[in-house]
Every structure is written in C-alpha cells, then in structure tokens.
C-alpha cells in the first residue's frame, strides 16, 4: 500500500534521510525504530506532505504523492499523529475530533458523523471528557485524543509517532491494546516508538532506521537482536526509551 | 438623541469593521498591522465614486469594498509563504507604502467649475453625497449599525459553518489543519480578501461620514489600533473586537476629565489587562464557560436530556 | 557615477543611525522573540530628558549624554516589567500589543511635559565637512559610522567572550533549555534590555546631537527605522543590524537623489517588503529552520 523508494531529504547540508527504500502491506501494525535523529520522523513528514523529497519517491496506493501537498495527501487516506501530542488547545475534545471532519466533501461528512465521534469517544476511553478542553487533558489522554482524532476519517494508513511516549508501563500496556484493536482489517499502522517491548508485541515487521538510511528490517525477534541494530542505539547515546 | 452621542456612536460602529477585519485574521492565526490599507483604499475608491463618477451611495459603497478586497488578493500571494512575525511586517509595510502612494496621489476632474478628486497629501475633499442628499447624521449612523449588524451575522453564521471551523484550526494550529486536509492556500487568500472586503466597507462609510479624508489618517497607529481592539476585546467572539472600540472610543471618549491624559490613561489601562487577559476581555474561555457552563447550570435544573449534549448546540461558537 | 558614489557613501553615514537604532530592537528580539514597540519612544524619553538638561540648566555634553542614556534605560525597564515580563510565556502577540499601549502612554506623556514642536539640542561637533577623493563626509555622521562599528565590536566581544554573552545567546538560542541548564533566564533577559535600551539611547543622543533638535515624531521614527533595518539584516543578528542599517541608508539616499524625497520612504518600505517575500531571513540570512521556529510560534 505504501512503497517508498530511494527517498532522500536534505536539510541545507545535512542528509536526514538517504535513499531509503521501504515497503508496508496494507494490513497490520508495523514498527519503525532507530536512535533519536535517525530520520524517522522526517519520514513522516515526507510522507504527509509536509517536506519535499530531494531525491526518490513515495507512492501510496500506487499513486505517486511525492509532490502533493498534505491536504490532499491526508484526503487520500492517510493519517498521523505527532511525537509531542498536537491538539487544539482552545477547542473541547468532542470538537477535536469534529475538526477532523471538516474537510470532507459534503456527502461523507453528513453521514453519521456524531455516532462515529461518539464511537470512538467511547473506544479510546475519552467518552466523560466530551466537553472538556483539550488543553487540560493529561498528556496520555491526549495521546489517545490524538489517535481518536486521526481514526475519525477512516484512513487506510495511519502513521503514529511515538504514541506511547511519556507514559507509565500501564499506560503504555493500555495503548498498545488499543493499537491493537485500531488496526482493523483493511488498515496499515506504522509506529514509530522507542519502548521495544511494545513494539515486539504489536508489530509484524520491524524497520530500523539510522542516520536517515535503513540497517535492518524483518520481524522483531530478528531485527531486535541484530548486531547492527544494537550497535546503532548502545553506539550513541545509550539508545532505548 | 444629541450630535454627540451620534457622532461617538457613528465612530464606533465604522471602526468595528476594521477591527472585525484584522480580527477574522486573527481568528486564522495571522497578526495584520496594515487592514487601513484596505480601508483607505476603498475610502478613495468609493470617494471616487460618488463625488466624482456620480454613483449612488450603495454602490460607491460596495464598489469601494470590492476594490479593498482585490487589492487584499494581490497582496495575499506574495504574504502567502510568510508566517508569524514576519507576515504581521509584511502587511505593515504594504500599508505604509499605500499610505505614501496616496500621499502622491492625484486624480481630479473639474464638476460645476470646481476642481475635485484626491489631492496628494491635501487629502480627498467634498465627498459629498451625504450631505447633498439630505442624509441626516442619525440616518448615517443607522447605515452604519445596520450594515454592520449584517457583517456581526455574517460573522455569526461563519462561526457555526465549516468555513469558521476551517479558520479557526488554521488559527489554533496551522500545521495539524494541513495534516487534516485544509488547504492552506485557498483558506488564508480567502480570509484575505474577506478581510479586506470588510475593511473595506468600513472606510467607505468612514469617508462619506467625513467628507473629507486625508492618508495620515491611514498610518500605523489606526493598523495596530484595530488588532489592538480585538485584543482587548477579546479573541473569542465577533463580539469582541467591537466591546474593544467600544471601551477605547466610547468610554474614554466620553470621560471629560481624560482630556489630555486618555492615551496615558488607556495605555496603561491596556498593558495591565493584558497582563491578566492575554486574549482580551471575551476571550475563548470566557466565552466558552459563558456558554456551556451557565448554559447548563440555567438548564440544568429544568430540562435533563443526557443525550442531547449542549455541544452541539454550542457549535454556534463565532 | 561620482553621484552614485557620493549617495552611496552618504547612505552608509546615515544608515549608521539606523544601524545603530537597530542593534538595540535586534538585541531584544533575539532574547525574547517579541518585538518591542516601545523602543522608539522609550529613546526619545531619554533624548528630552538630555534636551531638558540642555534647555535648563546648559550641561555639557557628557551630562546630556549620560542623562539620555540613563532616561532610555529606565523607560526601557518600565516597559520590560510591565509589557515583557508580566506576560506569560505563550502570549507574544499580547506583549507586543501592550508595548503599542505603552508607546501611546509615553509619547502622549512626552508631549504634555514638553508641548512644543521642536527642541534644542547640543551640536557634536563644530567641525566641517571635508572631501575624501572627491567624495564629501560629514564628520558627524562619520562619528555615527565610527561609534556604530565600535558597539558592534564591543558587542562582539561581549557576545562571545564572557559569560554574560554565552549565556544570552543561550536563551536566544533555547530559553528553557537554557533554564535547565541553570541561566538565570529572567535576569538575562532583564539586562539584554536594559543593554539594548542604553545603546538605543546612546544612538538617540548622537541622532539628536547630528540634527541639533529633537521633535516629538522621533519615537515613531525612530522605531520604524530601527525595525526596517532589523528586519533587512535578518532578526537578531547584531551584525545583520549594522549592515541592514546601511543598506536601508544608501536605498533612501539613491532613491532621494534619483527619484526625489516623495519616493524615499516608499523605497524603504518596498525595500522591506522584497526581503521580506524573497529573502525573510535578511542579509545574514537566518537558517530556515531558525524561522520556522520563530514563525510558528503561538500566538
């Protein structure tokens, strides 16, 4: 479903992703890990729209979007969540995820849209804090506002960026149940975390990214003991969450 | 009704729409110091109209509007990729070199043996219409209100359609509203040109009011003035910007003893508030607290329905 | 070509009165990301402060000076407290609001203490304009030139070989990483202003002392000045001030003589607004990362 090839992205002299060739299924949760700086969340960015690739191309669903910008990458199925939660502040959380909606065409955005916000209110726990505003929910509450809010459109692939971070092991525990349960039939997931553990349990398939270009990718037994791998994180900085 | 309580109102309501303009971008997270760009522009163009083209007021009056609201297109592109800081400049010095094109401006054409037009820094005198046709000072300022009252709905109406909600996620977070499918683009040339166009109709009626109208009167003081008013005001409602020129114009105005002192007084009266209310007076947690929360408490007793959530009644958030 | 030439070096002169009232906004742009509205106005406090000394009692020239500088700098700290520090973190758009309030308060208090259009001020200097192969320079403004290149290696200097610079830069750079790592960030920005305002009315002593009186308009002029030629060198850049100040002084001065003063101002402006479509991040071109940062932050 998305297929990214030889993707490279310069920032003025410095190569935050090179040549990355990588591809995702159209089904299932998959992990993408590497120390900090290593270019995962600029893959992200590139992704969505919000950076240009300097070299190479990122096709989704066999269409080529390297060039289009995020609006129309995001109304083409696609949606994310960032590394510190992004939540508009001033707004209740029922309208967070009414926001979402409002780019869509006419039809699709009058189908149904209460029952879904109020669906996925209830499933990701947030269900008595309908009309608080967003800016005082706790940061794990707005983790799952953001994950909420990227499933209100139904998108095919959803690109989640350290959903866990910052939280407690229960926490985390409860929102890797609840990625599980968000990557239903017909989805794609790729997670971008620190915490192995959690992505050993959800994910498939492992990518592992370093210095903006791949050194590993497979299942996460392989991968999380790959030498190459170990090297990267324990090499650095001392790696891990 | 006295001369001087029309005339307060009457400024009043003409500045709220240069207020209401640097607001409604303001609302799509832009700070503009150059809407009396807009405003003197169309003072000209509708002055133009009447006084020398002789068009009827309507539509001296829309005409001026429109004219702001291209020149806001043209301006929109360049701004486009400016952000912050930087867009709040560029609108500044767009509203400067308007002011000074105007100080050089000049168009006259002779009617009944006179000479009339825009005259460079002279100004643009004998914009007469009112006068000569028996509009008295009380109808005008009913002009005002009642134009005004339309864009107060207008404002009211967007506030509870998609294209508010659209201008708000800009506002609040320009960056999560492209990663939810706004189109950047086409929503900020937009709320250009509406502001512009809104600025617009404010300085038409300001140079028909005063027949006269001179481009000092367009300086930066008037630009930082109207974002200021809906600073004080308050960021949450269409409201807000009007309770600012309200208490500027209004209430100092009309303290006598300020006479002399109204700036000191103002001034300092400003930075404290901002102090305590960064987002004026009506900011959105006023507002929202005013509407959910008493809404409730008022209701709460008489009717319970858990289902229907005050929400969505609520999404009339302007 | 000569003229070219003549207006070129005269620009560079005059922009080092620009350069100079640019250094002051640039420095307290780069610590504290707002721009301070004020910073016109709270010069021309301290430069009728000097006048006042003048007027009454006939001081010398280092007096005056002193008193200028001294005045900028309490007004300055007035502003700091009430518009800067006094708001919160995230509101920018409110400090710079309640600057524009202040600028109000202290131009309308300046004018009601000293009503008049115009007052005297004491001259720099006696001596004449004198010819350098064929170009004419007046030595005040080569004064202004001398004194604005000296603060910028003072500067310089200040910025990056002591203490109290490493740590201004570290909150330009981070302010809450630089807490974390122990800057005291409050006092910091604290004294970048009162620094910025005692250049500022040092620049306002020299410009009144060139012109030989000073006028209410000053302040309004004085940060429109300061501002176009911060932003034409790229925003906090010390630097990027100097050389934006003498781009503007030769844009105004060839504009003048080719296509007369109407124009002048209207060059500035046009000036500023291509830098600011093509090249935001001024001569000394901030990175646009640095901007993006800068840019997107709430409101």
Known sequence: MLAIEGLTRRFGGLEALSGVDYAVAGEGVFGLIGPNGSGKTTLFNVVTGLYRPSAGRVRFLGEDISRLGPHRIIAKGIARTFQTPRVYARMTVRENLAAARHTLAGAERRAGGEARIAALLEATGLADRRDELAKSLPLPEQRRLELARALVRNPRLLLLDEPAGGMTPAETQAMARLIEEVAAPGRACIVIEHKMDMIARLCAQVCVLNFGAKIAEGAPDAVLNDPVVLEAYIGRDGGGA | ?318 | MIDFIQNTVDGIMIGSRYSLLAIGFTLIFGVMRRLNLSYGPSIMLGVFVGTFLFVQYRAGWFAIAAATVLGAVLAGIYVERLCFWAIRQGAALASMVSSFAIWMQLEELTTLVFPDRTYPFPRLTGARPFELAGINIQSTYLIMFGCAVAIMGALSFMLYRTRFGLALRAVSENPLAARFMGVATGRITFLAFVLASAIGGFAGYLIAANEQQVTPLFGLWATFKGMIAMMLGGMGSVPGAILGGFLLGVVESQATWYLGTEIRDIAAYGLLFVFLVARPGGLLGQRRAERERLALRRV
């Open chain 2, 1 to 318: 009704m006295d001369e001087y309580t029309i005339q307060v109102l009457s400024n009043i309501g003409m500045f709220s729409f240069i207020a209401l303009s640097a607001y409604l971008l303001l609302m799509t997270g832009e700070i503009s110091f150059g809407q009396q760009a807009f405003f003197a522009i169309s003072a000209y163009a509708s002055g133009i109209a009447t006084a020398m083209w002789g068009w009827p007021l309507w539509a001296g009056i829309l005409w001026g509007a429109l004219v702001a609201a291209a020149a806001a297109f043209v301006l929109a592109w360049p701004t486009l990729r400016l952000r912050g800081l930087y867009f709040a400049i560029g609108t500044l010095a767009f509203a400067e070199m308007v002011r000074l094109v105007f100080e050089i401006f000049r168009y006259q054409v002779e009617i009944d043996g006179e000479l009339v037009g825009p005259d460079g820094s002279d100004g643009f005198r004998g914009v007469r219409y009112a006068f000569e046709n028996d509009i008295s000072n009380l109808d005008y300022m009913l002009l005002i209100y009642g134009v005004l009252a339309a864009v107060l709905i207008f404002f009211f109406l967007m506030g509870r359609s998609r294209l508010g909600k659209i201008f708000r996620m800009l506002g609040e977070d320009e960056l999560l509203a492209e990663m939810q499918g706004v189109n950047r683009t086409f929503y900020k040339v937009l709320a250009t040109v509406l502001a512009g166009f809104i600025a617009g109709i404010g300085g038409a009626l300001y140079v028909h009011l005063n027949t006269y109208v001179e481009p000092k009167v367009f300086n930066v003081m008037l630009g930082v003035h109207s974002l200021a008013y809906g600073l004080i005001g308050g960021l949450g409602t269409s409201l807000g910007p009007l309770l600012g020129v309200a208490i500027d114009i209004g209430l100092l105005e009309s303290i006598r003893i300020f006479t002399g002192y109204r700036m000191i007084v103002f001034g300092g009266l400003v930075a404290v508030l901002l102090i305590v209310r960064p987002r004026g007076l009506l900011d959105e947690e006023v507002v929202y607290w005013l509407k959910y929360r008493m809404w409730r408490r008022l209701a709460g007793s008489a009717r319970r329905r858990p289902e229907a959530t005050p929400g969505e009644a609520r999404d009339a958030g302007d």
